[in-house]
C-alpha cells in the first residue's frame, strides 16, 4: 500500500479539539515533506497545513494559523493535526499527502492521497 491513512475525524462542537494522524509505508515517505488538505461538500480542496521532511519548516493556511499545529514523527512515519478551537467552517474532509515539488501550498506539489477522514463541527 502507497497511499498515506488518515484518522482521527471525527464529530465535535464547536470550540473543540481533534488530532488527525497520517500514517505512510516507509520507502516512499521517507525524505518528504507531507502535507493535509481538507474539501468541504461542494468547495474545492484547499491547502490547510504542511512539514517538511525535517520538522523545521511549517507552513498554514492564514484559516488555520494559530489554532491548528502540524507535526511529525519520522521514526514511525506519521503526521499529525492538532485541531483546536474547531469552528463549523473546520468541516471538511481531510487528507494527507506526499509533497515532492514546487509549492507547499498547492496541491499540484503533492502525490500519494489518502482516502480522507471526514471532520464535523457542530455549532
Known amino acids: 500500500q502507497v497511499q498515506p491513512v488518515e484518522s482521527g475525524g471525527g464529530l465535535v462542537q464547536a470550540g473543540g479539539s481533534l488530532r488527525l494522524s497520517c500514517t505512510a509505508s516507509g520507502p516512499i515517505f521517507s525524505g518528504y515533506g507531507m502535507g493535509w488538505f481538507r474539501q468541504a461538500p461542494g468547495k474545492e480542496r484547499e491547502f490547510v497545513a504542511a512539514?517538511?521532511?525535517?520538522?523545521?519548516?511549517?507552513y498554514y493556511a492564514d484559516s488555520v494559523k494559530g489554532r491548528f499545529t502540524i507535526s511529525r514523527d519520522n521514526a514511525k512515519i506519521t503526521v499529525y493535526l492538532q485541531m483546536n478551537s474547531l469552528k463549523p467552517e473546520d468541516t471538511a474532509v481531510y487528507y494527507c499527502?506526499?509533497?515532492?515539488?514546487?509549492?507547499?501550498?498547492?496541491?499540484?506539489?503533492?502525490?500519494?492521497w489518502g482516502q480522507g477522514t471526514q471532520v464535523t463541527v457542530s455549532s
Open positions: 512539514i517538511s521532511w525535517s520538522g523545521g519548516s511549517t
Open positions: 499527502s506526499r509533497h515532492f515539488s514546487l509549492s507547499y501550498y498547492h496541491d499540484s506539489g503533492y502525490d500519494y
